[in-house]
C-alpha cells in the first residue's frame, strides 16, 4: 500500500534590487543549499504554511502573491508534495534563522539555480523562476495581476497496483507491440 505524501510548502522569495534576488537557505544538517519550505502544522493551509516556514527559514517577513506550481519528488520517507508562492522579503530580517538553517544567499536567478544542492529543485527554479521575476515586474509597475487560487487538497492513491518500473514498461509495451 502507497504511504501518504508529506505535504509542504514554500517560496520563491524575491527581494527587489537592480538585478531582483532569490532567496535560497543552507541546512545545518546535511549543508545542503535548498529552497526556503517546510511541513503544514496541523490544521495549517498550504498558504499560511509557506509564510510561516519561509519567515523562520529566511529571517525576513514576507508579502505572498500568487501560486506558482507543485514540487513532487521522493525523499526517505516517501513522497514529498511541496506547494510554492511568489514572495517579496523585506529589505531587512526581522527575526534571528531557525535553528536548521545555517545561511541565507541571496542572489541573482541563474546563481541560485545554480547553487542549489538537489537537481529537482534546480530544474524546477530554472522554469518557474522567471515566472516570478516577470509577475514581481508586473507588480512593481503597478499593474494588477490575477491570483491563483490556493491548490486543492491532494488526495492519496488508496493502492498501488503496478510496481514495474518505467524501464520495465517500456520493455513489456514494446514486446506486446512486436
Same mark, same amino acid.
Not at 509557506?50 to 519528488?73: S, W
Not at 508586473?138 to 495581476?145: D, I, Y
Not at 497496483?161 to 507491440?177: E, G, H, N, P, T
Given at each position: 500500500? @502507497?504511504?501518504?505524501?508529506?505535504? =509542504?510548502?514554500g517560496g520563491i522569495v524575491l527581494r527587489q534590487a537592480a538585478t531582483p534576488? *532569490? +532567496?535560497?537557505?543552507?541546512?545545518?544538517?546535511?549543508?545542503?543549499?535548498?529552497?526556503?519550505? &517546510?511541513?503544514?502544522? #496541523?490544521?495549517?493551509?498550504?498558504?499560511? +504554511? @509557506?509564510?510561516?516556514?519561509?519567515?523562520?527559514? /529566511?529571517?525576513?517577513?514576507? +508579502?505572498?502573491?500568487?501560486?506558482?506550481? /507543485?514540487?513532487?519528488?521522493?525523499? %526517505?520517507?516517501?513522497?514529498?508534495? *511541496?506547494?510554492? !508562492? %511568489?514572495?517579496? =522579503?523585506?529589505?531587512?530580517?526581522?527575526?534571528?534563522?531557525?535553528?536548521? *538553517?545555517?545561511?541565507?544567499? !541571496?542572489?541573482?536567478?541563474?546563481? @541560485?539555480?545554480?547553487?542549489?544542492?538537489?537537481?529537482?529543485?534546480?530544474?524546477?527554479?530554472?522554469?518557474?523562476?522567471?515566472?516570478?521575476?516577470?509577475? &514581481? #515586474?508586473?507588480?512593481?509597475?503597478?499593474? =494588477?495581476?490575477?491570483?491563483a487560487p490556493e491548490p486543492v487538497r491532494v488526495e492519496t492513491i488508496p493502492? *498501488?497496483?503496478?510496481? %514495474?518500473?518505467?524501464?520495465?514498461?517500456?520493455?513489456? !509495451?514494446?514486446?506486446? @507491440?512486436?
Amino acid at each position: 500500500m @502507497a504511504r501518504t505524501p508529506v505535504l =509542504a510548502a514554500g517560496g520563491i522569495v524575491l527581494r527587489q534590487a537592480a538585478t531582483p534576488l *532569490v +532567496a535560497i537557505v543552507r541546512l545545518r544538517k546535511r549543508n545542503e543549499w535548498v529552497l526556503p519550505k &517546510g511541513k503544514l502544522d #496541523r490544521g495549517e493551509t498550504p498558504r499560511d +504554511a @509557506a509564510e510561516r516556514e519561509v519567515n523562520e527559514e /529566511t529571517g525576513h517577513d514576507v +508579502a505572498v502573491h500568487e501560486f506558482l506550481g /507543485t514540487l513532487v519528488y521522493e525523499s %526517505r520517507g516517501g513522497s514529498k508534495v *511541496v506547494h510554492f !508562492w %511568489r514572495m517579496e =522579503a523585506g529589505a531587512e530580517p526581522v527575526r534571528k534563522l531557525m535553528r536548521d *538553517v545555517k545561511a541565507v544567499e !541571496w542572489l541573482p536567478l541563474a546563481d @541560485a539555480v545554480e547553487r542549489l544542492s538537489r537537481g529537482y529543485e534546480r530544474a524546477f527554479l530554472e522554469n518557474v523562476g522567471p515566472i516570478a521575476m516577470a509577475a &514581481g #515586474r508586473v507588480m512593481q509597475t503597478g499593474t =494588477a495581476v490575477d491570483r491563483a487560487p490556493e491548490p486543492v487538497r491532494v488526495e492519496t492513491i488508496p493502492e *498501488v497496483r503496478d510496481r %514495474r518500473s518505467l524501464v520495465q514498461k517500456m520493455r513489456d !509495451w514494446f514486446r506486446r @507491440a512486436a
